[in-house]
T-cell receptor
Framework: GQQLNQSPQSMFIQEGEDVSMNCTSSSIFNTWLWYKQDPGEGPVLLIALYKAGELTSNGRLTAQFGITRKDSFLNISASIPSDVGIYFCAGQGYGGSQGNLIFGKGTKLSVKP | DVKVTQSSRYLVKRTGEKVFLECVQDMDHENMFWYRQDPGLGLRLIYFSYDVKMKEKGDIPEGYSVSREKKERFSLILESASTNQTSMYLC????????????FGSGTRLTVV
């Protein structure tokens, strides 16, 4: 099935550092979403983006819907230990099975205290 | 608080057993999904359902079946469990029409021995 290209696959960073990750697709999406999965739990929605060029923040998290509608970016500022987990991007198309989410493979974030 | 509830967090089953994974949502969502998650492979869609008694194959349906007799409940069935079905299984639900993303359960970690 179709998948998004999410990078990097994993990151080891120092507490307090900023983090950037991105997703790219060969298809256009009308919605981009970012999820976080804590260890041993299901993914939880962090941010949803609905318009090309849109920039949305949720606390220390900022995400952007790429202007081409084929990419999205997530930034985390001043990372803390509880940011550890797997971050997934997801794109959503129009109606029917095209309305199903297409997920990236995830970015595993580890934070050194 | 809206929820997707998976009946078991951890399961250990023997090879050849018939296994039932249950998922219940209380949000009156039309759509329900089953994924499996394996390290490095991301989230892979097994089956999904847009309505009661309806089901659609995802990307990896082999060895699985599903049942949706009521709107709030979506069951994943492993007809004859095998060791390569050892995985984390995630259930999710969503509204039709898109734009809202999915709500995930906490997952069932299944080990087949």
């Amino acid at each position: 099935g179709q998948q998004l290209n999410q990078s990097p696959q994993s990151m080891f960073i120092q507490e307090g550092e900023d983090v950037s990750m991105n997703c790219t697709s060969s298809s256009i999406f009308n919605t981009w979403l970012w999820y976080k999965q804590d260890p041993g739990e299901g993914p939880v929605l962090l941010i949803a983006l609905y318009k090309a060029g849109e920039l949305t923040s949720n606390g220390r998290l900022t995400a952007q819907f790429g202007i081409t509608r084929k990419d999205s970016f997530l930034n985390i500022s001043a990372s803390i230990p509880s940011d550890v987990g797997i971050y997934f991007c997801a794109g959503q198309g129009y109606g029917g099975s095209q309305g199903n989410l297409i997920f990236g493979k995830g970015t595993k974030l580890s934070v050194k205290p | 608080d809206v929820k997707v509830t998976q009946s078991s967090r951890y399961l250990v089953k023997r090879t050849g057993e018939k296994v039932f994974l249950e998922c219940v949502q209380d949000m009156d969502h039309e759509n329900m999904f089953w994924y499996r998650q394996d390290p490095g492979l991301g989230l892979r869609l097994i089956y999904f359902s847009y309505d009661v008694k309806m089901k659609e194959k995802g990307d990896i349906p082999e060895g699985y079946s599903v049942s949706r007799e009521k709107k709030e409940r979506f069951s994943l069935i492993l007809e004859s469990a095998s060791t390569n079905q050892t995985s984390m299984y995630l259930c999710a639900s969503s509204y039709t029409g898109g734009g809202y993303g999915y709500t995930f359960g906490s997952g069932t970690r299944l080990t087949v021995v």
